[in-house]
Nanobody
């Protein structure tokens, strides 16, 4: 599957953004879809994941309550709605896909489990 992320930009602290990721080349509902992010000088970290049919979601503690992941399999799209942005949310946000059936938190939060990655979209939050 090929992934194309979009929606990043420069926003003020407290603002909102909606990131989108469109998949192509494969059946979208075969994949658990996940957002990771990488801040300057830091390792890539898990943000949020959604199961193949959207019945399960999981968030990192740092974004829980502020970020919402959703998907529309008919449109081959996964979205990340972000509210109450803070400067520490500044990062390149990547969507990723993994073709597994089981919803194991330890697996879906691990970057090396993902074979398919989008190109990333930059979110910059000014204070």
């Amino acid at each position: 599957v090929q992934l194309q992320a979009s929606g990043g930009g420069l926003v003020q602290a407290g603002g909102s953004l909606r990131l989108s990721c469109v998949g192509s080349g494969s059946t979208f509902n075969n994949y658990i879809m996940t957002w990771f992010r990488q801040a300057p000088g830091k390792e890539r970290e898990f943000v949020a994941a959604i199961s193949r049919w959207g019945g399960n979601t999981h968030y990192s503690d740092s974004v829980k309550g502020r970020f919402t992941i959703s998907r529309d399999n008919a449109k081959n799209t996964v979205n990340l709605q972000i509210h109450s942005l803070a400067p520490e949310d500044t990062a390149v946000y990547y969507c990723a896909a993994v073709s597994i059936n089981a919803w194991h938190i330890a697996t879906i939060t691990t970057t090396r489990k993902y074979k398919y990655w989008g190109q990333g979209t930059l979110v910059t939050v000014s204070s």
